[in-house]
């Protein structure tokens, strides 16, 4: 299994572009979600996903868009980059939204909106 | 989910037993403590997980005290490469749970020679 893959390990925008982080996973898990991680700060929840065509809003939402049409990948769209979200974006999945299941992190993508 | 409070920073040496305390004062009866580790440029991962009293794993020690109200990671022996930032977390068991994991700031253990 290769886990949780992310692409593109990093990225720069402009200001008003937009762009879609990608996530995958093969381990069938039910759960996905992302998160941001700004410098020396912890990872705060953009969006989650219980499972194929349901997605929900974490701490964080704003300027983001997710979808789950399908099980393996939880993609991320910014609509309208700004400098505020630079960040390392993580995505992460866990085989069903129980506590009892631990949660898999993928390698980060690093944004860097000017 | 309770919310979760821990020192920002912790400092050791090589060798030593480094113990973090987290304190999780609203903690529900169906929520577990989980604790996860983070190296730089890295995404978490887990470490260990507990509901009550003692749990032990190759890589480290869980204490959680009859009211469940704080919880203690115990890394025993740390090397160079326990240089991480620690999260404690609140995690809910359960069918109906959202699954979602909330981070607090974690403690970065800075581990010198």
């Known amino acids: 299994n290769a886990g949780v893959t992310q692409t593109p390990k990093f990225q720069v925008l402009k200001t008003g572009q937009s762009m879609t982080l990608q996530c995958a996973q093969d381990?069938?898990?039910?759960?996905m979600s992302w998160y941001r991680q700004d410098p020396g700060m912890g990872l705060r929840l953009i969006h989650y996903?219980?499972?194929?065509?349901?997605?929900d809003q974490g701490e964080v939402p704003n300027g983001y868009n997710v979808s789950r049409s399908t099980t393996e990948d939880f993609p991320l769209r910014l609509l309208s980059a700004a400098p505020s979200q630079t960040s390392v974006y993580f995505c992460?999945?866990?085989?069903?939204?129980?506590?009892?299941?631990?949660?898999?992190f993928g390698p980060g993508t690093r944004l860097l909106v000017l | 989910l309770a919310k979760t409070t821990q020192p920002i920073s912790m400092d050791s040496y090589e060798g030593q037993e480094v113990n973090i305390t987290c304190s999780h004062n609203?903690?529900?009866?169906?929520?577990?403590i989980t604790w996860y580790q983070q190296f730089p440029s890295q995404g978490p991962r887990f470490i260990i997980q507990?509901?009550?009293t003692k749990v032990t794993n190759e890589v480290a020690s869980l204490f959680i005290p009859a009211d469940r109200k704080s919880s203690t990671l115990s890394l025993p022996r740390v090397s160079l490469s326990d240089t991480a930032v620690y999260y404690c977390?609140?995690?809910?068991?359960?069918?109906?749970?959202?699954?979602?994991?909330?981070f607090g700031q974690g403690t970065t253990l800075q581990v010198k020679p």
């Open positions: 992460a999945s866990r085989l069903r939204p129980s506590g009892q299941e631990t949660q898999y």
């Open positions: 381990m069938n898990h039910e759960y």
């Open positions: 996903s219980v499972g194929a065509g349901i997605t």
């Open positions: 609203n903690i529900a009866t169906n929520d577990y």
């Open positions: 507990g509901y009550k």
């Open positions: 977390l609140v995690d809910r068991y359960g069918s109906g749970n959202t699954g979602k994991l909330i």
